[in-house]
């Protein structure tokens, strides 16, 4: 079997790029989850590990594979769950990026703008401790997201009524 030049040219600009992808991807997720190692409380989970046992200790964490003992854990597993907690954590575009992230829990002693949540297509739970919230809009079209509590957060009511009727079938939940 014989190839040509031009071939192995596009097979290899083909690779290139999928690396590329995987390697921005991988370089973002690490960079989110050691600014969460910093953070006052900051936890996370990989897609591999089982939800049952909690929030695992990433220093006793056991490579899993070949991919992951050589290239780390980042370019192998993707981060499906975070709860963090931060008084002064003011924007949640650093989690953000953690788009295969399925479940956050957020707390702030400061109003935190949930624009940045949006982008995270995957979420389907979503519980924010906030001193306030100024605007539930960006969850309207969040189709896989099933369930919002907002603990001790100041919220207007009309914010909540218009996310149910924009949303009728996500379970809301406003706790005092």
């Not at 990433?58 to 993707?78: K, R």
């Not at 949640?92 to 957020?106: F, G, N, W, Y």
Request: glycine share 4%; net charge negative.
């Amino acid at each position: 079997m014989r190839f040509s030049l031009s071939t192995l040219l596009v097979v290899v600009t083909l690779f290139s790029a999928w690396f590329a992808s995987v390697h921005h991807k991988a370089t973002q997720q690490r960079s989110t989850v050691v600014w969460l190692s910093g953070l006052h409380t900051g936890l996370w989970r990989y897609d591999s590990q089982d939800q049952s046992l909690g929030f695992p200790d990433p220093s006793n964490a056991a490579p899993s594979g070949t991919i992951e003992q050589f290239l780390g854990p980042h370019y192998a597993h993707d981060v499906e769950e975070v709860l963090v907690y931060d008084p002064q954590l003011d924007s949640l575009e650093r989690i953000a990026k953690l788009r295969s992230l399925r479940t956050l829990d957020v707390g702030s002693e400061l109003p935190l703008d949930l624009n940045p949540v949006s982008r995270l297509t995957r979420l389907t739970q979503l519980t924010v401790h906030a001193e306030s919230i100024d605007s539930l809009r960006p969850l309207h079209k969040m189709s896989n997201l099933k369930t919002v509590l907002l603990v001790d957060t100041r919220v207007d009511r009309h914010e909540i009524d218009a996310l149910q009727a924009a949303r009728p079938e996500m379970q809301v939940q406003l706790v005092p």
